[in-house]
């Protein structure tokens, strides 16, 4: 199984009526349900010894890392979460388990001012936990940010620190950058943004793509985590950090959120290269990219 | 694992702000997004050879009921879907498969006029397929029919048949009532609404709970699907019919959505009563229930 190219093959073929306003392909889908503000939606899940050790992490935890992990996507677009639904299939995880686990993505969804309005609880046939997690947040219409705006000229930025996520127990006790994005979005100082779970790089490329742009990366100015070593941390994931591209003029304004430069926008065929115009996820010069 | 108690002592806990109007508990969540219309979103699984024999079952129908199950919750308090998506976690389930389980689910949306907007594929660590969709829908405001409105007076009502869903493939091949909830909830007929899922004396024992009332039910009444038999047919599942109560003098009004009088609603302490006062739930007289 393999998610790109299954997703290369359905998202196409997908019909979305007019009020989806951005389809799936983004961190959020986006939706018009007649009111003042846009409806944000996404899913993601956290499987137990995929996502997760089951054995030494507290359910609790789980719980929350589910719940911050989708609120992660709602900032990326430069919403607010209101709403979650909380899937969980299971077999050998007992109530106690279950309980405790919900509680704790019901006490994350809180503490961002959301609301666990809902779910399903089943049964599997062979031992394990799969959950999911469904986010509704809302953005005031003209705010949202989406992949797709990266100008060729601006800069490239982070929030926080990258690599080292798993080791250093970030990936369970991060918190969603929801005021970071709401400063980016109410101020209008991101062209583009979404938040970095499966690598810096590929995020990166993923952002290249959207935007019909070329990324260059100086990996020496990418903030580290205590721990982390250069290439790995490019590649590691589950930063749940911001990374949003801004017009060098506004630079200044990055002050407030504590952000970091990290490399420049340039027109160019789809592509992440570093200073010396190497591709960072092929090792091969960017020229060799097809251009077309 | 034991889901009602789970939710149990779940439910109570959760937090919902003033933007929740209904929260956990009913079909649908209902939620105000500032628009003239509430947002309805639930969520609801369908996990291989628990729902469905993956061996026999074309994906593509699978994915199409996974959709049609969660339309029947939207069906149930009045709205229309807008809106789903999608969580599907497997191993040795190949692209293919889940491509086809995908397409089906959207095509299934396409038919109610909804879109697939988003989702997440993961792995799993032990062979299986759980999948989880969220639906999304809409109703206006005054339009929402909860499971809490019964009134002693009522009759209560289903549509379609019931009974022998799992061999005559009604499970896999029903249609969500979503015209008939849609009629019910515009003329505002239905005092009290519910979709028939887990059988139809449990899930007319949750409507007396949730409105506070009894239901006398007249199992001779009871439409059945053919080769569906009685008793089991009350407790079989799988039904996604609409159960609800209206007033006695609206009883014409029924003709146009073939809907069936089943039984009426009277008060007292919440039950499941045949015509002669036994509990058809516990076998018991109702009047050994205790009365507060």
Redesign the interface.
Same mark, same amino acid.
């Not at 073929?13 to 009526?17: A, K, M, R």
């Not at 939606?41 to 899940?45: C, E, R, S, V, Y």
């Not at 499987?47 to 996502?51: E, Q, R």
């Not at 959301?114 to 779910?119: E, H, K, M, Q, R």
């Given at each position: 199984?393999?998610?790109l190219?299954? +997703?290369e093959?359905?998202l196409p073929?997908?019909?979305?009526?007019r &009020?989806?306003v951005i389809?799936?392909g983004d961190d959020? !889908?986006a939706?018009d349900?007649?009111?003042?503000?846009l409806?944000l !939606?996404?899913? &993601?899940?956290l499987?137990?010894?995929?996502?997760y050790f089951a054995e030494n992490t507290r359910p609790e935890d789980a719980g929350a890392k589910l719940f911050n992990r989708n609120a992660s996507d709602i900032a990326a677009m430069g919403g607010r979460p209101?709403?979650a639904? +909380?899937?969980a299939?299971?077999?050998d995880?007992?109530?106690d388990y279950?309980?405790r686990f919900?509680?704790g993505a019901?006490r994350a969804a809180?503490v961002c001012?959301?609301?666990?309005?809902?779910?399903?609880?089943?049964?599997?046939?062979?031992?394990?936990l799969?959950a999911?997690l469904?986010i +509704?947040g809302?953005v005031p219409k003209d705010e949202v940010i989406t992949r797709a705006g990266a100008r060729a000229g601006d800069l490239v930025c982070v929030t926080g620190c990258i690599g080292n996520s798993l080791l250093s127990g970030h990936h369970l006790n991060f918190r969603p950058r929801l005021e970071e994005g709401r400063i980016l979005a109410s101020k209008h100082l991101a062209h583009a943004m979404l938040d970095v779970s499966d690598g810096l790089l590929l995020d990166l490329q993923r952002m290249a793509e959207m935007s019909g742009v070329q990324m260059v990366l100086d990996p020496a100015r990418v903030p580290l985590r205590a721990g982390a070593k250069l290439p790995e941390a490019l590649s590691d994931g589950e930063d749940y950090e911001l990374l949003f591209t801004i017009s060098p003029e506004r630079e200044k304004e990055l002050e407030s959120i504590a952000a970091s430069v990290i490399g420049t926008v340039r027109a160019g065929s789809p592509a992440v290269l570093d200073p010396a115009g190497k591709d960072l996820l092929t090792g091969k010069k960017g020229y060799e990219h097809g251009k077309n």
């Open positions: 199984m393999d998610e190219s299954l +997703l093959q359905l073929g997908l019909h979305c009526g &009020d989806t389809g799936p959020c !889908a939706l349900c007649g009111g003042p503000e409806l !939606a996404a899913a &993601d899940h499987i137990a010894d995929v996502h209101r709403w639904l +909380l899937s299939a299971a077999k995880f007992d109530n279950l309980l919900s509680q019901a809180k001012d959301a609301s666990l309005v809902g779910g399903d609880i089943a049964g599997l046939p062979f031992p394990g799969s999911s469904t +509704l809302s």
